[in-house]
C-alpha cells in the first residue's frame, strides 16, 4: 500500500510564504509523476504544479513566479514553496503520484488526505 502523507499547511498572511511537503511511503518502484492539486470551496480541483520523470515541470499560470515545485528523490518527498501568497491560494492543497509499485506492471494515481492552506489578514 502507497501512502502520500502531507504537511506544512497552515495560515499566512497575504504576501506571506508556507511551504508544503508531501511523502510518499510504500513499496514503490517508480515515480513517474508528483504533483500538487488545490480546491477551493465551491470550486473544481485544479493542477498547481507538477514534475513528470525527467524533470518536466508544469505551473498553473496564476502561480508561475510565485510557486516552486520541487522533489528530493532519495526521500520520495515533494515539496511546493508558496511565496507571495494570495487570498485567492486559499484552498485545500493536495499531493498526488503517478506510480507504479514493486511487482505491480500497472501504473497507478495515488493521493493525499489534503492540507488546508488559509490566506487571510
Known amino acids: 500500500q502507497v501512502q502520500l502523507v502531507e504537511s506544512g499547511g497552515g495560515l499566512a498572511q497575504p504576501g506571506g510564504s508556507l511551504r508544503l511537503s508531501c511523502a510518499a511511503s510504500?513499496?514503490?518502484?517508480?515515480?513517474?509523476?508528483m504533483g500538487w492539486y488545490r480546491q477551493a470551496p465551491g470550486k473544481e480541483r485544479e493542477l498547481v504544479a507538477q514534475?513528470?520523470?525527467?524533470?518536466?515541470?508544469n505551473y498553473l499560470d496564476d502561480v508561475k513566479g510565485r510557486f516552486t515545485i520541487s522533489r528530493d528523490n532519495a526521500k520520495n518527498t515533494l515539496y511546493l514553496q508558496m511565496n507571495s501568497l494570495k487570498p485567492e491560494d486559499t484552498a485545500v492543497y493536495y499531493c498526488?503520484?503517478?506510480?507504479?509499485?514493486?511487482?505491480?506492471?500497472?501504473?497507478?494515481?495515488?493521493w493525499g488526505q489534503g492540507t488546508q492552506v488559509t490566506v487571510s489578514s
Open positions: 498526488n503520484a503517478n506510480l507504479r509499485q514493486l511487482g505491480n506492471s500497472k501504473d497507478f494515481i495515488s
Open positions: 510504500g513499496m514503490i518502484f517508480r515515480i513517474n509523476a
Open positions: 514534475i513528470i520523470i525527467g524533470d518536466n515541470i
